[in-house]
């Protein structure tokens, strides 16, 4: 994702989307999140936004980042190699390493943008935009989020859940 995604994006823009997150409530689009370079949920452990797997990157960040680092050659052990130099996985990069350098949303707007598993009450949304691993109770057809229950499951796997309505 840092050194070889933004090769393949010909937009100013790129809506990340792993499999363990989804768009939930598309009518909560932000056009103001544009004027950003990193948009994404909160880390489920910082009240920092970070997690990457539901994220709006900027291309101009992502060239940027990539020509600090290696370009991945393809392989598992070259992918280990960078990962171990980097001490974070690549959203840790991106929200420790280069906050300085980018405009990164405030976590306010992140919140708004996703949950990804953040358990203070303060940041819990009822109707984010989606959501990347929030462990929390999702209804996918009214695209709820309820993060009342804090005991929640951090296993949760949404899966089966998104096959029902794929």
């Not at 900027?58 to 020509?67: D, F, L, N």
């Amino acid at each position: 994702m840092l050194t070889r995604a933004y090769e393949f994006i010909d937009t100013e823009f790129c809506l990340v989307v792993q499999r363990d997150g989804f768009i939930l409530n598309p009518g909560k689009w932000d056009n103001e999140w544009l004027r950003l370079d990193y948009i994404a949920p909160l880390f489920m452990q910082y009240d920092i936004v970070g997690s990457g797997g539901f994220s709006l990157r900027s291309k101009r960040m992502m060239e940027t980042i990539a020509g600090d680092w290696p370009k991945w050659d393809g392989t598992h052990e070259h992918a280990t190699k960078i990962q171990e130099t980097m001490n974070y996985y690549e959203d840790g990069v991106i929200s420790f390493k280069y906050h300085h350098r980018f405009k990164i949303a405030a976590a306010g707007q992140a919140c708004e943008f996703g949950q990804g598993g953040n358990r203070n009450p303060k940041y819990f949304r009822e109707r984010p935009l989606g959501f990347h691993r929030t462990f929390q109770k999702i209804d996918f057809k009214t695209g709820r989020v309820d993060s009342s229950d804090l005991s929640a499951d951090l296993c949760r796997n949404y899966d089966s859940y998104i096959n029902e309505i794929v």
